[in-house]
């Protein structure tokens, strides 16, 4: 996306001549295997079309008996043969067409037609051909997209393809993976049975997985070295596809376009950070990669940082995304960034996952769980029951146990637990804990996600029913108060001109959004102001508008850097790991359709199709990383068609194949009438689809939905 920014006129010539040269050739190869075995199977071929030649636009040449052109609309290709038509239905026009008088010197064929009559037609008729020859010439199209997919694929291979390794940056709090304990470092190495997935591979697996069962994973740890087989059940809400909690790996390069986030202390400092600066130390200590300078983030919560970033480096020949040399090293210093709130205190809600092998696991905590109470086992007898308690605010809690893990290591929950006693009653009980230190963060960035305490391996809901308002702050100037419940919040710009934000609705049923809701707070401007409407008892919904103000004790880790994504590159070393790379990717997306029209309106929403915008967006996206990641696009795109084509609709390579299989069995083609009525409803069906999924190419490019 960010090559796409700043791409010069000439680069954005060449992307699009390559994007309509790769396009182009996939309709080529998928027409010249229909045009191919016909001329085998000795039909007379009229015309053959890259692209409809609608109105007569066009640009075409005849050599011999066939015209060969390219038309006007470029959403496909066309072989005109003697006596065949793509509307089955039009079998009495074929027929006349191929019809030749008994006095013709032209060699002629007798056949039956649907009606049961004889005909006699022209030998060079495709109505001519048996049954096994005419479904020859039909499925070649299929057979030659399959054919150059591996060929595509195993130039790219030679060429090299950049991708995305399954190294982890982070984990959502509550997810499969924070469940299974993975940790910003550790390394995807296999999923389900395939090996070293590209991050994009890891999604794909994920969204077409097995939600029920779960998908297997196998993970090398980052802190030994040791590798694990683990299985993660994703998890799907309502339209989304399912997830399991990893978020993609980044790199210590900052995105050359955008190299911070505006309103954020990198954007502040008195020496601009620069695109494809690259940081190498925190506070004079190196960092290798993002792990230990996450490591150094949540050491230095709420002091200055000092950031060493090498600018002007540069990679090796060999390997483009390889670590940079050269160049010269700048330390800029980076304040802390205070945490931005409305001064409400939510209600915690229960617990609804634990990390396995945490502290809290250990203790026998579990999912369903209710904190009633945390304290500091050394003050917990001397507490003063009229002081504030300083652990009610569960966004709060996970930064200051983590504080207290590095002060005295323990903490004590009372605990009410999900399962009843004897009597029917909830049992409560005290928890004594021995605190971890945690070097990695956990923050809640998508709806109804909880938030995590990683000094104890918990996640929990907030709810959206105000505990408290904190004294003089915004929510307590506006007379919120306990029990008020927020139904809705929505962010007032200061710049009108900036595209306006979606609100954020809160309740029950996958609406504990308020996590989420402040943590998208403060990537937002500080002059943002937030409408919110609440609810009091019974009363009709109320509405008041504040302004969120920076907290003098809670800070925010992250300083605002957009890192950019780590990238290697896929090369083969011989001709031969060529061929098993291309024959590997080939399978693998010819199953991967399989997979996704097999769970398409079930598991993976029908808005998830894209129509030929989308496609010409996703190849241009490929072309600006290189030929060989276009080419393994292409890969792709050749196996969909295969796979679409050959689906048993009228209209469509596979629709041809069920009359021709019909024709075989019963001696003669279908009822006319029966091929019309086929005919219209995949006519209708192809219609509809080919104009849904434009309507959503449509909203895509105008930001809707």
């Known amino acids: 996306m960010y090559l796409i920014a700043t791409a010069s006129p000439l680069e954005w010539l060449l992307v699009i001549l390559q994007v309509s040269l790769g396009l182009g050739t996939v309709i080529f190869v998928h027409e010249l295997g229909h045009f191919a075995v016909a001329k085998m199977c000795g039909v007379k071929c009229d015309k053959f079309f890259v692209g409809f030649d609608i109105g007569g636009y066009k640009i075409s040449r005849k050599w011999g008996e066939t015209e060969y052109g390219i038309g006007i609309l470029p959403l496909g290709g066309y072989v005109k043969m003697l006596g065949q038509d793509d509307n089955p239905g039009n079998i009495t026009e ?99 049975n395939l090996e070293n997935p590209s991050f994009l591979e890891l999604k794909s697996g994920v969204t077409l997985g097995d939600l029920k069962n779960g998908v297997p994973f196998r993970v090398r740890r980052a802190a030994t070295g040791k590798e694990k087989d683990i299985l993660l059940k994703p998890k799907q809400s309502g339209d989304e596809f399912a997830r399991v909690g990893i978020v993609s790996p980044h790199a210590l390069r900052l995105i050359k376009e955008m190299p911070t986030f505006e309103h954020s202390p990198a954007a502040s400092t008195s020496e601009k950070f620069l695109g494809e600066d690259e940081i190498i130390k ?190 003089g702050s915004p929510a307590a100037q506006a007379g919120l108060q306990r029990n008020d419940v927020i139904l809705k919040a929505e962010y007032i710009l200061a710049d009108k001109k900036k595209k306006q934000i979606d609100p954020v609705e809160f309740g029950e049923d996958g609406k504990h959004n308020w996590p989420a809701f402040i943590q998208s707070l403060q990537h937002h401007p500080p002059d943002t102001k937030v409408k919110l409407t609440f609810k009091r008892g019974d009363e009709e919904p109320r509405e008041t508008i504040l302004q969120a103000e920076a907290t003098k004790d809670q800070y925010v880790a992250e300083r605002g850097f957009a890192f950019a994504p780590i990238k290697r590159i896929r090369i083969a070393q011989s001709f031969d790991e060529q061929l098993q790379l291309g024959l ?45 990641k276009l080419l393994v696009f292409l890969t792709m795109l050749s196996a969909n068609l295969a796979v679409i084509n050959f689906l048993p609709i009228p209209l469509l390579d596979g629709g041809h194949m069920v009359f021709l299989a019909w024709e075989g069995i019963r001696g003669r083609p279908a009822s006319e009438r029966f091929v019309v009525a086929m005919h219209t409803v995949g006519f209708l069906f192809v219609v509809s689809l080919m104009l849904f999924v434009i309507t959503l190419d449509i909203g895509r490019l105008f930001g809707i939905g």
Not at 132 to 149: D, W
Not at 589 to 607: A, H, Y
Not at 610 to 621: L, N
């Open 282 to 471: 925190v506070n004079d200590h190196p960092v290798a990669d993002y792990r230990e300078y996450l490591a150094h983030l949540v050491e230095n919560i709420g002091k200055p940082l000092d950031i060493t970033v090498r600018r002007g480096g540069i990679a090796p020949l060999s390997n483009r995304f390889g670590p940079r040399e050269g160049g010269e090293e700048i330390t800029i210093r980076v304040s802390a960034k205070p945490l931005r709130r409305l001064g409400l205190v939510m209600e915690m809600g229960k617990i609804v996952a634990v990390e396995t092998g945490s502290p809290a696991d250990n203790k026998g905590i579990q999912a369903g769980d209710f904190i009633e109470k945390v304290e500091a086992v050394e003050t917990a007898s001397a507490a003063d029951p009229t002081a504030p308690d300083p652990f009610a605010d569960p966004l709060a809690l996970p930064a200051l146990l983590r504080q207290l893990a590095e002060d005295t290591g323990q903490v004590r929950l009372l605990l009410r637990r999900s399962s009843a006693s004897e009597d029917g009653r909830q049992k409560t009980e005290p928890i004594d804990l021995s605190l971890r230190e945690p070097t990695w963060l956990e923050i809640p960035q998508h709806a109804n996600e909880p938030v995590s305490i990683p000094a104890l391996g918990i996640a929990y809901r907030v709810l959206n029913r105000v505990d408290n308002a904190i004294p």
């Open 584 to 628: 590997k990717e080939t399978v693998h997306s010819l199953g991967m359709v399989l997979r996704f029209l097999g769970k398409l309106g079930t598991q993976i929403p029908l808005t998830a199709l894209g129509g030929p915008v989308t496609i010409a967006q996703v190849a241009g996206y490929s072309a600006f990383e290189g030929v060989g």
């Open 94 to 192: 074929q027929l006349k067409e191929s019809q030749v008088s008994g006095e013709s010197t032209i060699q002629t064929k007798e056949i039956v037609g649907p009606d049961g009559n004889k005909y006699l037609v022209d030998r060079r008729s495709y109505l001519a051909k048996s049954v096994p020859q005419r479904m020859a010439i039909i499925s070649a199209g299929v057979i030659m997209n399959i054919i150059f997919a591996f060929v595509f694929a195993v130039i790219a291979f030679g060429l090299g393809v950049p991708y995305v390794p399954c190294i982890v940056s982070g984990i959502s709090p509550g997810s499969a993976a924070y469940q299974a304990a993975i940790r910003p470092g550790d390394e995807i190495i296999a999923i389900d």
